[in-house]
């Protein structure tokens, strides 16, 4: 039943502009979605900003949270299942701001947590001023991944829904 659903809270971090907003809003229509992708799970509020994904035949609840929203997350004590820190491929300052936020959640979580770099707006592509290259050095140095995405051309946007569970399931059960 769908009570038995793992619900999992996701923290999306990252300057303002980058497209926090924007990825959220794209995952609720996501082709992942399960079949309960309408119900709500009582125990969290905001059901808009609940997202149920199927994988590996297993469905769990993503629960988006915005920094903006938390600036003070660490004090709030919101348990966090994952971080997805989120930068424009175009914007040299909101790539120097995930780089200081991944070096933050390692220092203060080691590499207990899922954590996830974004360089988002690819489709920007004349306006691009961080290579591909920089981003995978500096995700490999924090010990995450890093996934390019488009909001505006839906790429890698359904591709990182899924990865987000990975990643969690991967940090609670090790392979
Ligand atoms: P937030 O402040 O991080 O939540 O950013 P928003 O989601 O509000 O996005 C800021 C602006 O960037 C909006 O005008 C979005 O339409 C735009 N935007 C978001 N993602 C993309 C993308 O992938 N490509 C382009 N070209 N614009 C985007």
Redesign the pocket.
Known sequence: SKSNLQVYRVLMM?A????????TRQFMTSEYKGTYAESNTPEIGEPERNVNVQLDGEESVLHFL?E?QHPDFEAEEIPIDAYVV?FSVSDTQSYNQAVKSLKTLREVHGTNKAVILVG??I??ARGRRVTKHDAMRVAKKYNCRYTE????LNHHVDELLVGILSQIREQINPP
């Open positions: 990252g303002p502009g980058v497209g926090k907003t924007a990825l915005d903006e989120v988002n707006k489709d920007i995405t488009s909001v505006a």
